[in-house]
């Protein structure tokens, strides 16, 4: 059965990068039909996806986070990573690794809570 | 704002049926045929009911389906049951200033009176 794990740091200070890992295992990151990526969602509010990238490392970005993130991806660890710059308040929120096929997110980490403070 | 939009709340009685609406444009839901929803329940992720505008993942029930009529795509939940309540979100790709992206709706909050 795939699974997914975030990594990372809880807490992050404002203006700094937040670095996020994502280990998965029962399966290959290499697998061609699928994008692998981050969708993260603050507390009490709802999902915004933030992009994805396959194992050619082709990546997509949310428009509006565009400038901020790096998505990468690691087959020999078979781990993919997210860096988000210049972190804010606005950014404190539940960070969810995902498998996505289609436009459609088929495997959910479980969640690693960010929060942004000094 | 979110990119779709969704009723924040819907109710029904158990073993009634309810359909939740996600309304969006020509450049994503009414565009592609990968419209998805997603159930979630408090302090878990978000699971999977309904991908490409109408198809079930392998375990979800039957009493879940989807559809699409233009720009809005529906989910809808017959014989409902205590556990169906949670929030419940869609999704689609999109395409914007040539560049593709997954949307999603606000949510909406399923009550199972």
């Known amino acids: 059965q795939l699974q997914l794990q975030e990594s990372g740091p809880g807490l992050v200070k404002p203006s700094e990068t937040l670095s996020l890992t994502c280990t998965v295992s029962?399966?290959?990151?290499?697998?061609?039909?699928?994008?692998w990526g981050w969708v993260r969602q603050p507390p009490g509010k709802g999902l915004e996806w933030i992009g994805t990238i396959n194992y050619s490392g082709k990546t997509y970005y949310s428009p509006s986070l565009r400038s901020r993130i790096t998505i990468s991806i690691d087959a020999s660890r078979n781990h993919f990573s997210l860096k988000l710059t210049s972190m804010t308040a606005a950014d404190t929120a539940v960070y969810y690794c995902?498998?996505?096929?289609?436009?459609?997110?088929?495997?959910w980490g479980q969640g690693t809570l960010v929060t942004v403070s000094s | 704002q979110s990119a779709l939009t969704q009723p924040p709340s819907a109710s029904g009685s158990p073993g009634q049926s309810v359909s939740i609406s996600c309304t969006g444009t020509s450049s994503d839901i009414g565009g592609y045929n990968y419209v998805s929803w997603y159930q979630q329940h408090p302090g878990k992720a978000p699971k999977l009911m309904i991908y490409e505008v109408t198809k079930r993942p392998s375990g979800v029930p039957d009493r879940f389906s989807g559809s699409r009529s233009g720009n809005t795509a529906s989910l809808t939940v017959s014989g409902l049951q205590a556990e169906d309540e949670a929030d419940y979100y869609c999704s689609s790709h999109a395409v914007s200033n040539n560049l593709a992206q997954v949307v999603f709706g606000g949510g909406t909050k399923l009550t199972v009176l």
């Open positions: 029962g399966g290959s990151i290499t697998t061609t039909n699928y994008y």
């Open positions: 995902t498998r996505e096929e289609n436009s459609s997110v088929d495997y």
